[in-house]
C-alpha cells in the first residue's frame, strides 16, 4: 500500500506530513516509557523483519498480490509507540533507498500504513485480550484479528485522503469497495503472518513480547481449602539476554529478504490494481521518484545483471540498513529516557 507521488495533491500531502510528524514525535515521548536495554536492540530487529517480510508479495486474488503491514506485529511485539517508529524507519528506508513510496507522500504511507494501522490493531487486540482468558493462545488469537482488521482500515483510511486530496477525478464509492474488498483478502495474509510470528516469539521468550507483559496471573496455593497468592521469590531471577532471539531474528530477515523474495508474486499490488483499474494513476507518470537513480532503486542492485543474485542482495542490503538505523534510533531514545531520569 505504498502511495506513490502524484496519487495526492500538494496541499494534503504536506498536511499529512505535518501529521506523520506530529505522530513521530508523539511515539518519540511515548517509546521511552516502552524500550529498556533489552528491548531497544529487538525495536530495531522488529523493523527490520518487517522491512524483509514486505518483499515478500503473496497472491490474494487474479493478478493481485499483498504483503504485510506490520503495523499489528510491530505493535503488540515492541508496544504501539514504538510500533510507530518501526513502520516510520521502514517506509523512509524504502523511500530513500529502493525509490518505493514516494518521498512526497511520505506522510501519507506513515500516517495510513503506520499510524493507522497500530491504532487501530493495538486498541482491539487490547480488549480482546481483556476479554479473553490470560493465556498465551489468547495473545495469539487477538493477534491474528488485530492484524486483519487492521489492513482494510488503512485501505479505508487511504480512501479517505484521496477524496480529500486525489489528483484526479474518480468514482470514490467504487475505490473505497475495491480498496477494502482486496484488502480485506491481504489482511487475511497479514493476520496469518502477525499470528506465527508472535506465536513463535512467544513460545521462546513470552518476557520479550510488550503486548503479553502482565500475561501470567500470580501462583496460587491452597491453604486449608481456600486459593491465596503464593509469596513472591525472595529475589527476581536474573533477566535473560535476549542474544539468541536476537541472533535467530537477523538470520530469518536475511533469509527472506535475500532468497525467499525472489519467489515471491510479481503481481501488482492491491493499491497498484485498484489505481490501474479506478484511474488513480492517471497523474502518477508525471512524477519521477526523487531517488530513481538510486542504485538500489526497484529492489536491484545496479550492474548487477543476474536478477537472483541483484534482488536477493539488494535485500540483504536493505535489512542491513534498516537493522543499523532502527537500532541506532531506539538505542537513542532509550539512552534520552535513562539521562532524563538521572537529571530527575
Not at 59 to 85: D, E, K, N, Q, Y
Not at 231 to 251: D, E, M, T
Not at 268 to 283: N, S
Not at 288 to 305: F, M, N, Q
Amino acid at each position: 500500500m505504498h502511495v506513490p507521488d502524484g496519487f495526492i495533491n500538494a496541499p494534503v500531502s504536506v498536511v499529512a506530513g505535518v501529521v506523520a510528524a506530529g505522530a513521530v514525535a508523539v511515539s518519540l515521548r511515548g517509546a521511552r516509557r516502552e524500550l529498556d536495554d533489552r528491548t531497544a536492540p529487538l525495536a530495531g530487529l522488529v523493523a527490520a523483519f518487517v522491512f524483509a517480510v514486505q518483499m515478500l508479495n503473496f497472491p490474494v486474488a487474479a493478478g493481485t498480490s499483498g504483503h504485510l503491514l506490520g503495523g499489528a506485529l510491530a505493535a503488540i511485539l515492541v508496544g504501539p509507540w514504538t510500533g510507530v517508529l518501526c513502520i516510520a524507519v521502514v517506509l523512509l528506508m524504502q523511500g530513500i533507498l529502493f525509490a518505493d513510496g514516494g518521498l512526497t507522500a511520505l506522510g501519507v504511507n506513515i500516517t495510513v500504513m503506520g499510524v493507522v494501522t497500530v491504532v487501530v490493531a493495538y486498541a482491539l487486540f487490547r480488549g480482546l485480550v481483556l476479554v479473553l482468558p490470560r493465556t498465551r493462545a489468547s495473545v495469539t488469537a487477538a493477534s491474528f484479528v488485530a492484524a486483519l482488521v487492521s489492513v482494510p482500515a488503512a485501505a479505508a483510511a487511504f480512501t479517505l485522503v484521496y477524496a480529500i486530496g486525489g489528483t484526479t477525478d474518480v468514482p470514490l464509492p467504487k475505490v473505497l469497495t475495491a480498496m477494502v474488498g482486496v484488502h480485506v483478502l491481504i489482511g487475511i495474509g497479514e493476520a496469518v503472518i502477525t499470528m506465527l510470528t508472535v506465536g513463535a516469539v512467544i513460545a521462546v521468550r513470552p518476557d520479550l513480547v510488550y503486548g503479553a507483559r502482565g500475561l501470567t496471573a500470580p501462583l496460587k496455593l491452597r491453604v486449608d481449602g481456600e486459593l491465596v497468592d503464593a509469596a513472591p521469590a525472595a529475589a527476581p531471577a536474573p533477566a535473560r539476554s535476549p542474544k539468541k532471539l536476537w541472533i535467530g531474528g537477523v538470520v530469518t530477515a536475511l533469509v527472506l529478504a535475500g532468497f525467499v523474495s525472489f519467489y515471491a508474486s510479481a503481481s501488482p499490488d492491491g493499491l497498484e490494481k485498484v489505481a490501474a483499474d479506478k484511474g488513480i494513476d492517471a497523474k502518477a507518470e508525471e512524477y519521477e521518484h526523487a531517488t530513481a537513480d538510486s542504485p538500489l532503486a526497484d529492489y536491484g542492485v545496479k550492474g548487477i545483471e543476474t536478477a537472483r543474485l541483484s534482488g536477493g542482495l539488494a535485500g540483504v542490503i536493505g535489512v542491513g540498513a534498516t537493522l543499523a538505523v532502527g537500532t541506532g534510533a531506539f538505542v537513542a531514545v532509550r539512552r534520552r529516557r535513562n539521562e532524563t531520569g538521572a537529571r530527575v
